[in-house]
């Protein structure tokens, strides 16, 4: 019967559910049709496999050929299914062994020579044949991606010819060695520090107290005072990635159309997006969707610099994927969910104008128009408000004492990230209201105290959890079993967007 099965994984946002390639040769006038809800570059595989096949030496069968992509109702996009289909084609027509087909999964876009050309997104593939325990063989470009999963039983081809000769048992296929030698640490370059920025102790201490707790945190100040120098310089204070969360990341950057580099494996991302960007280019989405910037930041920092010349429709758009670390897309072809754990910096001025003190240009009406570009609801996402002021009169020009530099302060905040990690699992800002019960440590005294403060101010449910947050980092970077009164205030002092707004509405 001259009928072949050959196994594909299609692309599903992070996921690669397993596609059957079934090819059927009948008698009757020659016809080539794909079934199975193929997409048009899906359809297109029909001429290159056909070109492939004749110019690689091989007999393209004069009969009806029907190729089923199946399961039915899986959508199927791009040109990661021309391999197994002509490889399906050969095995129907007993050019190579159907034996050689079981447990292997076969994945490439076929050039009309032959060759077997580079294909996007094959991260999760490589994932998922793993999981199954299976061979899988993909172009010979794409060896970065399966060097970083380290997966011993995947090879590569480079044409139609070396790989039928090693389905026939006449060759062999390179592979990668499964021993992960590059993730050994290496010689890094000179990474920006934070003795580097003059003065701004209180906005250095709060980037400490974020990078420890992994709390949002959003820097006020004119223009030049340096708040985008000091969120630049977060990166080097957090501890790099484990190879599970690193290989989460590199899945949404393959998705993405990203490489991550092996050196840069377990490094966390660092995106930043310009304010003219998208609600979908940010949240992620299209037609076919694909990640946004806040599932590339997964696992790292979204740094959202002059943040109030976003739109607000936009920013409304992060609400609720800071809440639950991941992002819903719906459109009618797919539901596809994609990870978005990610520590939000932001950095805006106060005022139009740069200045909300005496020598504004701008009113009070102006200022408050300006700074109502942020909602409500979005503001009560951060933990920590700083204000960045500008330098005292002499500091530039004074020689100044540097202050304690990056290897330092990241030492203290992989010690109170271990604390959190021991203790409870997670890092401070994941609590839930009934955890933080639980592990704040806090007298009912204090919890009382805080809630006058927090009626004073004016503020909601969510800031007096996420007070409570912020001092429990507090007290663990200091080292302290449990947070007092004391590190309340000092939470309570993070908070320059309420006392702006507060003075703002007494004028």
Request: aromatic share 4%; charged share 20%.
């Given at each position: ?177 499964s021993r992960l030698e590059w993730l050994t640490p290496e010689p ?320």
């Open positions: 019967m001259a009928i072949a099965c050959v196994t594909t994984r299609a692309s599903a946002g992070v996921e690669a559910p397993e596609v059957k390639v079934e090819v059927h040769l009948s008698n009757g006038l020659p016809a080539f049709n794909l079934v199975g809800l193929p997409e048009a570059s899906v359809k297109e595989a029909r001429e290159r496999v056909r070109s492939a096949l004749i110019n690689a030496g091989f007999e393209f069968p004069t009969r009806r050929i029907t190729v089923n992509l199946a399961p039915a109702d899986l959508p199927k996009q791009g040109g990661r299914y021309d391999l197994p289909i002509a490889i399906g084609i050969l095995a129907a027509s007993g050019q190579v062994p159907l034996q050689s087909l079981k447990e292997m999964e076969f994945i490439g876009e076929l050039a009309l020579s032959g060759h077997i050309r580079y294909c996007q997104g094959l991260l999760p593939a490589i994932l998922a044949a793993k999981r199954q325990g299976h061979g899988l063989i993909m172009p010979l470009d794409n060896r970065h991606d399966a060097e970083l999963v380290g997966y011993g039983a995947v090879r590569f081809a480079a044409h139609l010819q070396n790989l039928t000769a090693c389905l026939q048992g006449q060759a062999r296929l390179p592979g990668i060695s890094q370059a000179p990474q920006p520090c934070l003795s580097e920025v003059l003065g701004q102790y209180q906005a250095k201490q709060a980037l400490e107290i974020a990078a420890a707790g992994n709390h949002n945190l959003l820097m006020l100040g004119p223009p030049g005072t340096g708040k985008t120098m000091l969120a630049s310089r977060i990166m080097p204070l957090l501890p790099q990635l484990n190879y599970d969360e690193a290989l989460e990341v590199a899945a949404l950057h393959s998705v993405a159309g990203l490489d991550i580099k092996p050196e840069d494996f377990l490094r966390r991302p660092f995106r930043s997006p310009h304010h003219t960007s998208s609600a979908i280019s940010l949240v992620g989405g299209g037609s076919i969707p694909r990640p946004g910037e806040i599932s590339l930041a997964h696992r790292g920092v979204l740094f959202l610099d002059e943040i109030a010349e976003f739109p607000r429709k936009v920013l409304d758009c992060l609400r609720e994927p800071m809440e639950t670390g991941e992002v819903v897309i719906s459109r009618a072809a797919a539901k596809l969910t994609f990870a978005s754990r990610f520590q939000l910096i932001a950095a805006m001025n106060p005022s139009p104008c740069g200045d909300a003190d005496s020598q504004s240009r701008a009113t009070p009406e102006q200022i408050q128009r300006y700074l109502a570009r942020l909602s409500g609801p979005f503001l009560d996402r951060f933990d920590l408000t700083i204000e960045v002021p500008r330098l005292p009169q002499g500091t530039l020009t004074q020689t100044a004492q540097l202050g304690e530099n990056s290897q330092v302060i990241a030492a203290r905040v992989k010690r109170a990230r271990d604390i959190q990690l021991g203790r409870q699992g997670m890092l401070n800002a994941e609590l839930s209201g009934t955890q933080l019960k639980q592990f704040s440590g806090l007298s009912e005294a204090d919890l009382l105290f805080l809630e006058q403060s927090v009626v004073k101010l004016g503020l909601s449910v969510r800031s007096f959890h996420r007070l409570q947050r912020v001092a429990r980092t507090i007290a663990d970077l200091q080292q302290e079993p449990r947070a007092q009164r004391s590190h309340l205030a000092q939470a309570l002092g993070y908070r320059a967007m309420d006392r702006l707004l507060a003075r703002l509405a007494q004028q």
